[in-house]
C-alpha cells in the first residue's frame, strides 16, 4: 500500500471529497489543498511512531558484530526503542544491559532483535504492512490525529479514535477460543 492510499481514505473519512477525487485522478492539488495533504502527512507519521511506541512494536533482526562488549544504538540501521535479545554465533542468549545511547554485552554478539521507530514517510513512499496492520487502521487514527491537529473536538474524533484503538487491541491481542480445564470435585 502507498501513502497515497491511505490518505484517500483519510480524505473520506474527514469529508475532503475534492481532495480525494484529485487524488483518485491525479489532478493538481491547489495551496491549501496541499497544505492539507501535508498535515495528513504528517499526522499518518504520528500515528506510526504511536504505533510502534505504544501497541503493537515493529520487531528488526539485525547482524552485528561485538567483540568488545560495547553496541553504539547510532551504528544499527533503525533508531532503537527497546532491545529484546542479543545472541552469539552459535544461537545462544546473551545477557545484556541497556543505557540510554548503548548497550553493553556480555559475550561476542552476532545478531540482535529490537523494536525500532519508524521512519517518516512521504507522498511516495510505500508503506509496508507490518505486524497486519491495514491501510484503514491507519486511515483511522490518522483522521482522528488530523481532526486533531485541525481544532476539531468532539463525537467525530472520539469515533475514529476508538475504530483506531480497538482495530489494534484486536491486532495484539490473542485469538483462538481458550478452554479452560474441567473442574473436579474431590
Known amino acids: 500500500m502507498t501513502v497515497i492510499d491511505i490518505l484517500k481514505l483519510v480524505c473520506e473519512y474527514v469529508g475532503e471529497k475534492g481532495i480525494c477525487e484529485k487524488l483518485k485522478n491525479e489532478d493538481e492539488l ?3 489543498e496541499e497544505a492539507k495533504l501535508s498535515q495528513m502527512l504528517d499526522a499518518l507519521n504520528v500515528v506510526r511512531q504511536s504505533i510502534a511506541c505504544d501497541y503493537v512494536p515493529f520487531v528488526f533482526k539485525e547482524d552485528i558484530n561485538v567483540s ?3 553496541l553504539a544504538f547510532d551504528t ?3 533508531t532503537v526503542i527497546h532491545i529484546f535479545e542479543v545472541k552469539n ?3 545462544f542468549n546473551l545477557r545484556f544491559k541497556t543505557y540510554p545511547n548503548f548497550i553493553e554485552i556480555f559475550g561476542n554478539g552476532k545478531t540482535i532483535v529490537y523494536s525500532y521507530l519508524p ?3 512521504t507522498l511516495s513512499s510505500e508503506v509496508p504492512i507490518l505486524n497486519g496492520i491495514s491501510a484503514s487502521i491507519y486511515a483511522f ?3 482522528a490525529e488530523y481532526l486533531g491537529m485541525e481544532g476539531i473536538n468532539g463525537e467525530e474524533v472520539d469515533y475514529f479514535d476508538e475504530r483506531f484503538k480497538s482495530a489494534l487491541f484486536a491486532l495484539s491481542g490473542k485469538r483462538g477460543v481458550f478452554k479452560l480445564p474441567q473442574r473436579t470435585w474431590r
Open 30 to 32: 491547489t495551496d491549501a
Open 68 to 70: 568488545d562488549g560495547v
Open 76 to 78: 544499527l540501521s533503525k
Open 89 to 91: 554465533k552459535l544461537g
Open 119 to 121: 521512519e517518516d514517510l
Open 141 to 143: 487514527g490518522t483522521a
